[in-house]
């Protein structure tokens, strides 16, 4: 009735941004990301009568109100099977709060296994990916493992899996914090602004093309071309935030500064392009050759917080108890 | 044989962007513009048998390269009489160069009414921003007073004329100088690309609404509509622009510190809205009742290199010939 599991962030590179169902966090558009190796949350789940109430424990802290999504999901699982057990959640990231990056998708990921296989349940990846996007809509991409598509399907039918192993193709991932305060805007909230954008269809009528574009240059590994596809996929995903009404900015004086000398770089040579979510943070993209060159970048650049380094990672899986 | 005509900057609100005729400066929408006070050219234009060659001097400077579009614009004008004196042209603009602040809207429009005046030529204010949007397109806004409509029209009939006085309402306008760089990619290559974007279709169909909207909100002098409107017309423009192919960004870092000082500022009850153009320095409105706090928070921001106060002005007109 216990169990540990592992769930890696996961990065957009054709970007999930607004919702055709809210309760069932159906997207609008199919969806690609990458699992990141070195940003992750580890779960443990356990059901027992020894315990009185469900508790959920995150980073150490015993959390009462943010709780209300998590015990829902669980509720959604504990229903599957005949038990009264309550349940004890603990669970860890290894990117301290406050960093700007979203802990949900990990977080979900890693409790839907966890709770999943603490229950005895023994779901196909199909299945796990579909029940973590009723938890949130992304945690369905870190359930399988490297490059992942989350295909928008239907009510019934609308998960994420691979299209490419983790070790296919040897790029990095830098993702590096430059700014923490917390959004203006839920991304939550800002997901419903979408389809009241004038822009947005038109978006949705262009994706498919890009998804397919996006997915031979990774087969190819033509990093130029899979560089400019995801460098235009979020700038327009931020087009569609700026004219959302109200408008949405979440990117900050420094992401800017940042972007501009990612376009110097290139003008030197050097290869590496960018990304980002629903908020300031950027995530560059390289090739292993360059990692030296861009740490010396990263390591010199008096804006940057801390940034962590990551390869294309494993999807969620079981780990070793050692929380508890 | 000589006159003196001084022409203000003029700033969109409904921005000009996209050129439907390259040669003709024709745009693909119409735009609407105040004309500022505080930043503007006076150029003095003598056309004479003594001068052995066509000479244009700005800012002191005697010019060679960068004056083909001023002589081919003298050439248009010229060839409207029967002579064959040379010009001499001495402008200056009131703005330092390299502040961002573009100076072909104010100095093409007080070349117009100076040559022709000087050739006395007695045109009427609809052939003078007529012949002044051939030399740079936007030009045309600098010619008539006040609030300004440039209607799109045609090849025979695309000119700006008043559609509030400069005294309808007292707006301040503050430019504030945040960078210096040149742009990495002219506005004039800018236009030629907005045809390409996917969204640009939808804003030319939507824009009309938001013109008679603007247009409303000058009518009933309301501060916070007017602002909304400008806010969201800009941000569309840079939406555009950075889903362009290639994507430009024409604002910078600290262009995006200072937008969200406005948000702020605005929480705290300071109405003031910003409107930016194809560069990173911001444009403030405000009510002259808040002028003096407007200035407390400009004098104490440490990226301001350097602003100009404005009230809404008259447009282009004669006056005494004091550079010669």
Same mark, same amino acid.
């Given at each position: 009735?216990?169990?540990?599991?592992?769930?890696?962030?996961?990065?957009?590179?054709?970007?999930?941004? &607004?919702?055709?169902?809210? +309760?069932?966090?159906?997207?609008?558009?199919?969806?690609?990301?990458?699992?990141?190796?070195? *940003?992750?949350?580890?779960?443990?789940?356990?059901?027992?009568?020894?315990?009185?109430?469900?508790?959920?424990?995150?980073?150490?802290?015993?959390?009462?109100?943010?709780?209300?999504?998590?015990?829902?999901?669980?509720?959604?699982?504990?229903?599957?099977?005949?038990?009264?057990?309550?349940?004890?959640?603990?669970?860890?990231?290894?990117?301290?709060?406050?960093? &700007?990056?979203?802990?949900?998708?990990?977080?979900?990921?890693?409790?839907?296994?966890?709770?999943?296989?603490?229950?005895?349940?023994?779901?196909?990846?199909?299945?796990?990916?579909?029940?973590?996007?009723?938890?949130?809509?992304?945690?369905?991409?870190?359930?399988?493992? &490297?490059?992942? !598509?989350?295909?928008?399907?239907? /009510?019934?039918?609308?998960?994420?899996?691979?299209?490419?192993?983790?070790?296919?193709?040897?790029?990095?991932?830098?993702?590096?914090?430059? +700014?923490?305060?917390?959004?203006?805007?839920?991304?939550?909230?800002?997901?419903?602004?979408?389809?009241?954008?004038?822009? #947005?269809?038109?978006? *949705?009528?262009?994706?498919?093309?890009?998804?397919?574009?996006?997915?031979?240059?990774?087969? %190819?590994?033509?990093?130029? %071309?899979?560089? /400019?596809?995801?460098?235009?996929?979020?700038? !327009?995903?931020?087009?569609?935030?700026?004219?959302? %009404?109200?408008?949405?900015?979440?990117?900050?004086?420094?992401?800017?500064?940042?972007? /501009?000398?990612?376009?110097?770089?290139?003008?030197?040579?050097?290869?590496? #392009?960018?990304?980002?979510?629903?908020?300031? %943070?950027?995530?560059?993209?390289?090739?292993?050759?360059?990692?030296?060159?861009?740490?010396?970048?990263?390591? !010199?650049?008096?804006?940057?917080?801390?940034?962590?380094?990551?390869?294309?990672?494993? &999807?969620?899986?079981?780990?070793?108890?050692?929380?508890?």
């Amino acid at each position: 009735m216990k169990a540990t599991a592992w769930a890696p962030v996961n990065l957009a590179l054709i970007k999930y941004w &607004g919702k055709k169902d809210k +309760d069932l966090n159906l997207p609008w558009n199919s969806s690609i990301s990458v699992n990141l190796s070195s *940003l992750y949350t580890i779960t443990t789940v356990e059901f027992s009568k020894k315990y009185r109430r469900d508790t959920v424990i995150i980073d150490g802290e015993k959390k009462k109100n943010e709780v209300d999504r998590v015990i829902q999901h669980i509720e959604r699982i504990r229903s599957q099977v005949d038990t009264e057990d309550r349940v004890k959640i603990v669970t860890r990231n290894n990117f301290p709060k406050g960093t &700007g990056i979203a802990s949900s998708a990990s977080g979900f990921a890693a409790l839907t296994l966890a709770a999943t296989s603490a229950l005895n349940l023994k779901l196909s990846e199909k299945d796990l990916s579909t029940l973590a996007r009723l938890g949130s809509g992304s945690a369905c991409r870190s359930i399988p493992s &490297g490059f992942v !598509e989350w295909k928008k399907g239907d /009510k019934n039918n609308s998960y994420a899996k691979t299209i490419f192993s983790k070790d296919h193709w040897s790029i990095r991932i830098a993702t590096i914090i430059l +700014d923490e305060q917390p959004k203006e805007i839920s991304s939550t909230q800002g997901h419903l602004l979408a389809l009241s954008n004038p822009f #947005f269809k038109v978006r *949705l009528k262009n994706i498919n093309k890009k998804i397919i574009a996006l997915k031979q240059a990774i087969k %190819n590994k033509d990093f130029i %071309n899979f560089g /400019k596809i995801i460098e235009q996929e979020t700038l !327009e995903m931020h087009a569609i935030m700026m004219t959302s %009404n109200p408008p949405l900015l979440y990117f900050s004086g420094n992401t800017v500064f940042f972007i /501009k000398k990612i376009f110097l770089l290139r003008k030197k040579r050097l290869p590496v #392009f960018f990304t980002l979510d629903a908020g300031p %943070n950027l995530h560059l993209f390289f090739l292993s050759k360059n990692e030296k060159q861009i740490k010396k970048v990263l390591d !010199e650049d008096k804006n940057i917080k801390k940034y962590y380094i990551s390869e294309v990672a494993t &999807g969620a899986h079981l780990v070793s108890d050692h929380l508890f």
